[in-house]
Nanobody, 131 residues
Framework: QVQLVESGGGAVQAGGSLRLSCAAS????????MGWFRQAPGKERQFVAA???????????YYGNSVEGRFTVLVDNAKNTVYLQMDSLKPEDTAVYYC?????????????????????WGQGTQVNVSS
């Protein structure tokens, strides 16, 4: 019903920047939450950021504590694409990054960050940050 395809991952030095893209296809939702998560080998999946679309405008954004002030999540609804702009990257940001979406507005951080509430997931893209 919904397919998500990510791009933009790669290798950068600490302090550098990357922009990840997640292109959606299939059935469109009038309102939704798009989330970004990451996972390093042997580690639990971690919430990164999320953004809401309320059917008219981009709405509330949410960020995990570890990326607040460094990452920005953006959506271009006309292009069916969500972006994660990552600045001031640190080695601890190294992980596989996943985008995901659900047909709902999260309303609070705890719901936006709950990976189990997301229905559709991308394939993941690797980000490596070296010191």
């Amino acid at each position: 019903q919904v397919q998500l395809v990510e791009s933009g991952g790669g290798a950068v030095q600490a302090g550098g920047s990357l922009r990840l893209s997640c292109a959606a296809s299939g059935r469109r939702f009038t309102s939704y939450t798009m989330g970004w998560f990451r996972q390093a080998p042997g580690k639990e999946r971690q919430f990164v950021a999320a953004i809401e679309w309320n059917g008219w405008n981009a709405g509330t954004t949410y960020y995990g504590n570890s990326v607040e002030g460094r990452f920005t999540v953006l959506v271009d609804n006309a292009k069916n694409t969500v972006y994660l702009q990552m600045d001031s990257l640190k080695p601890e940001d190294t992980a596989v990054y996943y985008c995901a979406t659900k047909r709902a507005l999260s309303t609070v951080l705890t719901l936006a960050a709950a990976s189990g509430t997301y229905v559709y997931w991308g394939q993941g893209t690797q980000v490596n940050v070296s010191s």
